[in-house]
């Protein structure tokens, strides 16, 4: 079923996760896996990936798939099932991560185990695009046959006011980026208008730090704000 013109509930917040698992690939592949600063900072990476996808997971499955369970039971036990498979994962890779950092460890079974966390987070990657694109089409379409779109934003809105400030800004830091010049504005307009002022002051600036300046430029000029 193709209905791009309802609301759709995962495109926006996955754009965003794809945004940082491809920076999180790069960092893991390019790091000198002897070098402590270039740990702490990779191991700072990887922490914050996971800590946004145990929490994206866990909104999807206490609220939208929640919903979804109340009119179709039975229908979000896949996902929820991605879920565990991926929590186990990224356990494995954050185990991983700490045997790298661990004190005393020879800078050849440091390369080695840098070699499986590439791998793992490779695979990773691969099973949250797969996961991802089965949500965004699948469970899309159930959440269309079984809810409006007014409903659908209700629990959008449900998920954005269960998140902390600090929260909401990590994911704001991927997601903005992430997203075309409208579907930016859109975004950015419907803040400015929902949030506190020094709350969008500093949701601009995450803005401002991840995006190249002719994209924030232009930002700015569609909302009217002042450079
Ligand atoms: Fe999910």
Partial sequence: MNQPTRFSSFTTPHKGIRNFLSQLTVQAGSSDYTDAQEMAMLQERLEEAMELLEEHAQVE???????????????????QEGHRRLHQMQDMLLA?????????????????????????????????LEHMAEEETATQNLLWQHFTDAELLQVQGRIISSMKPDLLLKWWAYILPAQSHTERVKLMAGLHSSTPASFFEQVLGVVQKNLSAPAYEKLLAALAVPA
């Fill in 61 to 79: 499955n206490e609220i939208v798939l929640a919903a979804l369970e109340e009119r179709a039971p039975g229908s979000g036990a896949h996902d």
């Fill in 96 to 128: 991983k991560m700490k045997a790298i950092t661990a004190t005393g460890i020879s800078p050849e079974e440091a390369t080695r185990l840098g070699s499986e966390l590439y791998q793992g987070i490779g695979l990773l990657f691969a099973e949250h």
